[in-house]
T-cell receptor, first 115, second 112 residues
């Protein structure tokens, strides 16, 4: 099955700076890579995703890039704001070849945006 | 996106007892999943709840400990049986629409 590794585990930036979180995956057949934001005491919220037929996707201050050759994908947050402070999780399908649509998650990155 | 609710939102239970968590979705969905999130940790898939058949469990999770029901396409339950303090976690149900997956608000379980 798929294995996802995520780095860094914590990230502290100044307000207005950019933040980058990276994930690697093991299954070359994986075709869908979502990112979730989890605020303290809340459920994980899907913030952006990318499918394997594109290399980059943007949504306002958030972007995700995908390098299929290297099997890694990254979350980029520009012009960070204090409300971006949360734990971010990357994920990938547990088993594309077996049609399993459940997700396996990275270990999470705690982002702190200092005002 | 689907609207997902869970009951209870939190509970404190004694070891050796069982708790059943309910998950309700506002639309029919084929795929429903149960995840566990231990304190300060990532999400781990417990099982896939299949409508009309037995759930599919991940390695490390067994039906006797985490029995699951899926009587229809909008509802599922997860029971945490014979609880121990190690079962203290947040339990989240999730549904998949096409490839996107959305989570319920979670049930925060504390076992004393």
């Amino acid at each position: 099955g798929e294995n996802v590794e995520q780095h860094p585990s914590t990230l502290s930036v100044q307000e207005g700076d950019s933040a980058v979180i990276k994930c690697t995956y093991s299954d070359s057949a994986s075709n869908y890579f979502p990112w979730y934001k989890q605020e303290l005491g809340k459920r994980p919220q899907l913030i952006i995703d990318i499918r394997s037929n594109v290399g980059e996707k943007k949504d306002q201050r958030i972007a995700v890039t995908l390098n299929k050759t290297a099997k890694h994908f990254s979350l980029h947050i520009t012009e960070t704001q204090p409300e971006d402070s949360a734990v971010y999780f990357c994920a990938a399908p547990l088993g594309v070849d077996t049609g399993r649509r459940a997700l396996t998650f990275g270990s999470g990155t705690r982002l702190q945006v200092q005002p | 996106s689907a609207v997902i609710s869970q009951k209870p939102s939190r509970d404190i239970c004694q070891r050796g007892t069982s708790l059943t968590i309910q998950c309700q979705v506002d639309s029919q969905v084929t795929m429903m999943f149960w995840y566990r999130q231990q304190p300060g940790q990532s999400l781990t898939l417990i099982a896939t709840a299949n409508q009309g058949s037995e759930a599919t469990y991940e390695s490390g999770f067994v039906i006797d400990k985490f029995p699951i029901s899926r009587p229809n396409l909008t509802f599922s339950t997860l029971t945490v049986s014979n609880m121990s303090p190690e079962d203290s976690s947040i339990y989240l149900c999730s549904v998949a629409t096409y490839n996107e997956q959305f989570f319920g608000p979670g049930t925060r379980l504390t076992v004393l």
